[in-house]
């Protein structure tokens, strides 16, 4: 699991208050506690960078999936590089925001690559986790642009 998974589900568990998360994926476990009385809105812990550990080639072409799930969250990834537009126009509402159930095939954001408007869709149904991304940031091929339960 790479440093960006653990930011994310840190800024997951801060968000809803959870005081203790357990993942594991693989023969990688996690274990993150949060003391008793400790805000909600205080940043995470600085977390050690996870060593990179070689895959076997059918365990490679496995992980690189538009989305990764583990204890039932799910990551949807972004399937080329350009730039997150949230909403269809700068003064619209975004397309989805955290908390929002939506359906196989719902528009959860727009990539734009090289002057083309790309839509993203949810692959399955499901709920809105987290958003990873801020509108107009550029994003890389593979990042994480949402956590959906």
């Known amino acids: 699991m790479d440093i960006k998974k653990i930011d994310a589900l840190a800024r997951i568990m801060n968000k809803n208050g959870l005081t203790e998360l357990k993942v594991s994926e693989g023969d990688f476990k996690l274990s993150m506690r949060r003391a008793s009385g400790v805000a909600a809105e205080q940043p995470a812990a600085q977390l050690p960078q996870p060593q990179p550990v070689e895959k076997p080639l059918e ?13 039932g969250l799910t990551e949807v990834t972004a399937p080329l590089a350009g730039v997150f537009y949230a909403a269809p126009a700068p003064d619209a509402e975004p397309f989805v925001k955290v908390g929002d159930k939506v359906k196989k095939g719902d528009v959860l954001c727009i990539i734009e690559a090289m002057k ?6 949810a692959d399955r149904d499901g709920e809105i ?7 107009e940031q550029i994003v890389e091929y593979g990042q994480t642009l949402f956590t959906m339960y």
């Open 59 to 71: 365990q490679k072409e496995k992980s690189e999936t538009k989305s990764a799930s583990f204890s």
């Open 116 to 121: 083309i408007m790309n839509e993203i869709t």
């Open 129 to 135: 986790a987290d958003i990873c991304v801020k509108n």
